[in-house]
């Protein structure tokens, strides 16, 4: 009978260890590869935000630069009117009314800074909080004699 050969012999060790290499050696490059390439699609990308913003400020540069927009521009936002021309604004009721009704409230008091201050030392020296809680008004600052004034 005939001696059975080693499935594994030594030069496909040395095939098999030389490709392992080869790929070892690769894998770096491709890795950077692709990553450098990942990085030039972003640039890509952000190159092209940069070029469509750049032609959409050219077209307002060029829009601003025409009186007739300009008029426009005034008449709509700043409600212009120009001289000799009967002009007219529509208010919407609900907004008016609302506009009406928060024009005549009148916006809270705020103390001075150094009743602020005064009464964040109380508040400090009595353990509560500063800030007055939500309806509660804290009382105004009481001068105190010190001991030693005798």
């Known amino acids: 009978m005939a001696a059975k050969r080693p499935q594994l012999t030594g030069r496909a060790a040395i095939?098999?260890?030389v490709v392992c290499a080869i790929a070892m050696s690769?894998?770096?490059?491709?890795?950077?590869?692709?990553?450098?390439?990942?990085?030039?699609?972003?640039?890509?990308?952000?190159?092209?935000?940069?070029?469509r913003k750049l032609q959409?400020?050219?077209?307002?540069?060029?829009?601003?630069?025409?009186?007739e927009y300009i008029k426009r521009l005034?008449?709509?936002?700043?409600?212009?009117?120009?001289?000799?021309?009967?002009?007219y604004q529509v208010l919407d009721e609900e907004k008016a009314g609302a506009a009406a009704a928060k024009a005549g409230t009148k916006p809270p008091e705020r103390p001075a800074w150094y009743v602020t201050l005064?009464?964040?030392?109380?508040?400090?020296?009595?353990?509560?909080?500063?800030?007055?809680?939500?309806?509660?008004?804290?009382?105004?600052?009481t001068p105190t004699a010190s001991p030693a004034s005798g």
């Open 15 to 17: 095939l098999a260890v």
């Open 118 to 141: 005064w009464r964040s030392f109380e508040a400090a020296d009595k353990g509560r909080p500063a800030v007055p809680q939500q309806g509660q008004r804290s009382p105004a600052p």
């Open 74 to 87: 005034a008449k709509e936002r700043l409600f212009y009117c120009e001289p000799g021309a009967d002009c």
């Open 26 to 51: 690769l894998a770096y490059p491709v890795r950077e590869y692709v990553a450098q390439r990942r990085q030039i699609a972003q640039l890509e990308q952000q190159q092209a935000n940069a070029l």
């Open 56 to 67: 959409n400020l050219e077209e307002r540069r060029r829009r601003l630069e025409d009186p």
